[in-house]
């Protein structure tokens, strides 16, 4: 269950989503160009009215960087499709969001180590609870759950679904 099946064009994505995708290519981008892109991406957040998250991304992807077990593979910002690692960093922000750490700093120990994983995962939480606090949330969470197979988390335990819809 913890196969993607087929790439995401990133027109399909939620605003949020997008953002943090751009936020993640951007990123990679500065580093392979050597030019800083801590300004776009203060602007990128600054958009969602999150700004403190443009400085846990950039430690988010230091740690990833820093730690890689192998390549991951970050598109271009021009390119429509995502690749499936940049799915994966979706998902794991997605199960960051609804309360799976341990689950999201397992997707990253795909491709770096596990230090690295478990210190990336604290940057992912923070950018998660920032955008959170402005008011954002990813709506790709209940698919990433189902994807990676993670039951749903019961709001009120042993008390399933309502039947009733409103």
Do not use: Y
Request: aromatic share 4%; net charge negative; hydrophobic share 45%.
């Amino acid at each position: 269950m913890t196969s993607i099946p087929e790439l995401e064009n990133r027109d399909g994505l939620t605003w949020l989503e997008g953002t943090i995708l751009a936020a993640i290519r951007t990123w990679v981008l500065g580093c392979k160009r050597g030019v800083s892109a801590e300004r776009p991406l203060q602007i990128l957040f600054g958009n969602l009215r999150a700004f403190p998250a443009a400085e846990h991304l950039d430690h988010f992807m230091q740690a990833l960087n820093g730690g890689c077990t192998r390549m991951i593979e970050v598109c271009c910002t021009c390119e429509p499709m995502l690749s499936g690692d940049e799915m994966l960093l979706l998902d794991m922000f997605a199960l960051m969001q609804e309360e799976r750490h341990e689950a999201a700093t397992d997707l990253l120990a795909r491709f770096v180590t596990a230090t690295a994983a478990h210190d990336a995962s604290g940057h992912a939480l923070a950018i998660v609870q920032v955008l959170r606090e402005a008011g954002h949330a990813l709506a790709r969470g209940p698919a990433a759950l189902r994807r990676h197979g993670h039951p749903a988390i019961d709001p009120v335990p042993g008390r399933g679904a309502s039947p009733t819809l409103h």
